[in-house]
Each structure stands twice: as structure tokens, then as C-alpha cells.
């Protein structure tokens, strides 16, 4: 097993993040190096659509080419909530390119790559936690929760958007669909005043936090909370062989 991630005042670590998460189906790869001064961007490159998810092993090539790395001390992947066939891709992706590496690979939550800027600001304004909320298929969001303290990962459901009610108290939201969510109880939700979706940059930090022990446990495999949507063929079923 790799050993985890461990930091001094003069050690750099070299962080691939993998990210295919998004409903509107997209792909985001890069390479970013934390050093003391920080998180810089060496290369990252997005593509959109199924494609784009299809092709993040070339993209994964040219950002290790762009960066000039022969290889990287942390793999972190977005293991959702989100896409099915991204989530799929992207974590099967970062448990190989950790293993021929031989270095750690690390999943966080699209919420917990916000978590420490959510929760600063929900304790700023006196909130009960945060919530951060994706759209989903079919007429649903995903809602992921504030975790009770930073070492422990939240609850993530998938609900019908017309059935969701927020819990009791006074919680800040955040999330590509937060205008419509605030429309439930306006008098009771506070907008997160930063709006999308977390940064690349973001996303490696929370890995790199997790990878250090200062974030609880969670596995980097996909984070399947609706399930995948299977539609018979159009011609429909073939008939059985003779």
C-alpha cells in the first residue's frame, strides 16, 4: 500500500487531479504543484461531452508532458456526486495511474473540494452547516450536507426536487442549481455568494488534506448515489438464438 501523504516546510508535492463529475457531462485533468508559497497550475485541460470523458487518458498524457513530470506524488479524483459514465472513467483512471506510479490516490466530493470555504463562511454567518446542491438526472439534485466537524465526510442523497425540504435552521447553499433551491425556504437558506462549481485547485487541496489524515476516510470509487439509467435498445431486444 502507498504510504500516505506527509508535509514539511520545504517538501513540494506533485498533484494529478481527475475530474469527470459534472451533469452536464465534461472532463477537467491537471497537474498542480503545492509548494510553501501554495497551489500552482502547471497544465490542465478540459473537454466536453462524452467524448471528452472518453479521451482523459490523452489528456491525462498531455498534461504530464505539458508539466514536464515524470510522474506524480498524488492522484486526487472528484468521485462524485455526478455523472455515471465520468465517475466510471475517472476513478478507474486514477486507481490505475496510482498503481503503475506507486503513489497514493485519494477521492473527495464535489462539496467537500468547497467544504473548508463553505464552512468558514456558514460559521461566519451563524449557519447550522451547509448545503451543497448538484442538478441530477430526471428531475432530481443531489444534496450533499456539511459533515458535524472537517474529519468527517458528509451524507450525499439523491431527491426529487419537487419532495425536498430543507432541514430545520438556518443552513447556506451552494451549488449549480442554488437559486432554485433557495426558492424552498428563502427566510431560512443564506446563498453562498461564490457561484459554480469548486476549482481545480480546490479539488487538489481537499486531496491533499485527505491524504494527510486531516479529512476522514473515504474510498476513491465512484459515488453512485442515483443508479445508472438503462434504456432498452431503440430497435429493441434482439430474438434469441436458435
Known amino acids: 500500500m502507498p504510504h500516505p501523504v506527509t508535509t514539511t516546510l520545504n517538501t513540494s508535492h506533485r498533484i494529478v487531479v481527475l475530474d469527470a463529475a459534472p451533469a452536464e457531462v465534461r472532463a477537467r485533468v491537471a497537474c498542480i504543484e503545492q509548494d510553501k508559497n501554495g497551489f500552482h497550475v502547471h497544465s490542465v485541460r478540459t473537454e ?3 467524448e471528452g470523458i472518453g479521451n482523459m487518458p490523452c489528456l491525462l498524457d498531455d498534461v504530464l508532458k505539458e508539466a514536464g513530470w515524470e510522474r506524480p506524488d498524488l492522484v486526487v479524483v472528484v468521485i462524485g456526486p455526478g455523472s455515471f459514465t465520468g465517475l466510471r472513467t475517472s476513478c478507474s483512471l486514477a486507481a490505475g495511474l496510482a498503481f503503475g506510479y506507486d503513489c497514493p490516490v485519494v477521492g473527495v466530493t464535489r462539496g467537500e473540494a468547497l467544504a473548508e470555504a463553505l464552512s468558514a463562511y456558514a460559521a461566519q454567518h451563524e449557519c447550522e452547516g451547509w448545503l451543497h446542491v448538484t442538478a441530477a438526472r430526471s428531475g432530481r439534485w443531489f444534496v450533499e450536507s456539511a459533515a458535524p466537524d472537517a474529519l468527517t465526510p458528509g451524507s450525499v ?3 426529487r426536487q419537487v ?11 451552494a451549488g449549480d442549481v442554488g437559486d432554485a433551491v433557495l426558492l424552498k425556504a428563502p427566510d431560512f437558506l443564506e446563498a453562498f455568494p461564490i457561484p459554480g462549481d469548486a476549482g481545480i485547485k480546490d479539488i487538489a487541496k481537499a486531496g491533499l488534506r485527505r491524504s494527510q489524515g486531516h479529512m476522514g476516510d473515504r474510498p476513491a470509487l465512484p459515488l453512485y448515489v442515483d443508479p445508472p439509467e438503462a434504456r432498452l435498445p431503440a430497435a429493441g431486444l434482439r430474438a434469441r438464438p436458435e
Do not use: F, I, T, Y
Open 48 to 50: 466536453a461531452g462524452h
Open 157 to 159: 442523497v439523491a431527491v
Open 163 to 173: 419532495d425536498w425540504e430543507p432541514p430545520s435552521g438556518r443552513w447556506l447553499v
